[in-house]
C-alpha cells in the first residue's frame, strides 16, 4: 500500500497514530540542557485549513526563541516565571509564557512543522513527561489540544485532545 493510501485509509477510519494531532517530534529532552520543540502539524481542523497555532510554554521551560516562517508572523506573550532561574550567569524572572504563529494558511492536505529553541531548567523533573499545550486554529473551527495526563499517568487512547509532551531525562 503507497504511503497515500495508507494516509487515505487512516483518514477515512478518522483515526492514525501519532499523526492525528499536534504533537511534538522528538520524544525525549534532557533536563538542564537546551531543547529544540518540533511541533508537527499533520492536518485542519475537519479539512479547514490552519491559520494559527498557539503553544503554551509550561513552568521551567526558559530562554525561548521560536523559529521564523516564511509567511506567517511570530509573537512571543511574555509574563513573570512562578520562580527566578539561572541561566549563564543571568537570574531570569520572566519570559515566554506562549507562542503564537499566525497569518499563514497550511491546507489541511498538507504537513508542516512549527520550532522553538528554549532551555529545560534543573527545576523540572527527570522521568516524567512535560506538557506544552496547542490551540490550533483553522479558517473555519478550532482544535484545543490541550489534555494533560494526571501526574505519573500518561494519554490513553481515550484522550480526544492531548497536549504534545516529551519524556524529560535525567541530566547524564
Given at each position: ?6 494516509l487515505i ?85 520572566s519570559g ?77
Open positions: 500500500m503507497s504511503k497515500t493510501s495508507w485509509l487512516l483518514a477515512a477510519l478518522g483515526t492514525s497514530p501519532a499523526a492525528a494531532h499536534v504533537y511534538l517530534d522528538g520524544k525525549q529532552a534532557t533536563v538542564g540542557a537546551s531543547y529544540k520543540a518540533v511541533f508537527a502539524v499533520p492536518h485542519g481542523c475537519s479539512g479547514s485549513p490552519t491559520v494559527k497555532i498557539r503553544v503554551q510554554i509550561p513552568e521551567g521551560v526558559i530562554a525561548v526563541k521560536p523559529m521564523p516562517k516564511a509567511g506567517w508572523n511570530v509573537d512571543v506573550v511574555e509574563g513573570n516565571y512562578a520562580a527566578e532561574y539561572d541561566y549563564h550567569g543571568n537570574k531570569l524572572t515566554a509564557k506562549e507562542v503564537v504563529w499566525s497569518g499563514g494558511k497550511l491546507p489541511d492536505h498538507n504537513y508542516d512543522e512549527f520550532v522553538l529553541s528554549s532551555f529545560l531548567t534543573d527545576s523540572l523533573k527527570p522521568n516524567t513527561t512535560l506538557y506544552f499545550p496547542v490551540v490550533q486554529e483553522c479558517e473555519k473551527g478550532v482544535s484545543r489540544w490541550i489534555e494533560i495526563p494526571a501526574e505519573g499517568a500518561e494519554h490513553s487512547h481515550e484522550d480526544k485532545s492531548p497536549a504534545p509532551g516529551v519524556k524529560l531525562l535525567p541530566k547524564p
